[in-house]
């Protein structure tokens, strides 16, 4: 069922997502078309079929794609939710406007996506950046935002280790007749999920490594993906880490020539930011949908 539910959303957004966000991915794919065209006609295979196509198999293709990775980030923006609300409950005011900022900075990097931003810093009256620097300026966006989660590291694991004694709070603010084994399994079973913290405990690397995966993953898949198309783009000659047109590289190759003829900067572009869109748009979702979670329904 969770997973029909993904695979349609994921349909939904990929069909939708060129009247909202600059991808152009129809664009992209009309362009691929014409380019397998191009290279047939080169090599003189019949091409009739491939001119003109229609691309519901890239709309199900990619959501089946895509679906499977909306499934895998629900755990982790769920449990790094849980993380940012129970973090704000014992820190300094400089501390939690930190952890605004590190919640809120996947929202920037998805509205720097969107059609409405693009026109009004790119085509606006004062046209404040170029497309070059717009599209750099989303890399260094995910950058920043994995830079900031690293330095807010220490509120958010210290919330997730404190959920045990959150919790035997909870239990012993609870009226009612409740018998001492049954609280001490509770307690058992919330001190084997979380771990115990203070200043001279250690905790061993597995049991660390357990915690810092789920607070990590979603911004480090966020972060990689955004890389890779940076590294992509600026190896197919599109955009440099300057937001400067870069020099254009020759390549002798006949096999990376034809490669380069299909998969140009136009397509790359497009592939790469519907994945970076879709994997932003989910975790900000799912991260809204995690805190409303853990502010309404499951205080602690």
Sequence with gaps: MFAAIFFLFSVIFATQADNFFDIQLLKAYDHFCDNIATLMNETGITESYARYRDPILLYVSMSVLFSFIAAMLVFPNFRYASMYTNAQQSVSRLTKFGLHITFLLPLLTLLSFSSPVKKQLVFGPRKLL???????MRVYLAILTLVVRIAYKAPHLQAHLNLSSAK?????????????????????????????????????????????????????????????????????????????????????????????????????????????????????????????????????
């Design 168 to 300: 035997l709070k909870a239990l012993q603010r609870e009226t009612g007749y409740i018998r001492n084994i049954a609280l001490q399994a509770t307690v058992t079973v919330c001190i084997k999920t979380s771990f115990r913290f203070s200043a001279i405990t250690r905790i061993s690397a597995p049991s660390y490594y357990s915690i810092l995966l789920p607070y990590f993953f979603p911004s480090s898949l966020h972060c990689c993906s955004k890389l890779q198309e940076g590294v992509t783009l600026d190896i197919l000659g599109d955009l440099s880490w300057t937001g400067m047109p870069p020099a254009h590289i020759a390549h002798s190759a006949t096999v990376v020539g034809s490669l380069r003829s299909i998969f140009d900067a136009t397509v790359c572009r497009a592939i790469w930011s519907f994945s970076l869109v879709f994997v932003t748009f989910t975790n900000v979702v799912l991260s809204f949908m995690g805190v409303m979670y853990n502010s309404y329904f499951l205080p602690l």
């Design 130 to 136: 170029t497309e070059n620097q717009l599209d750099i």
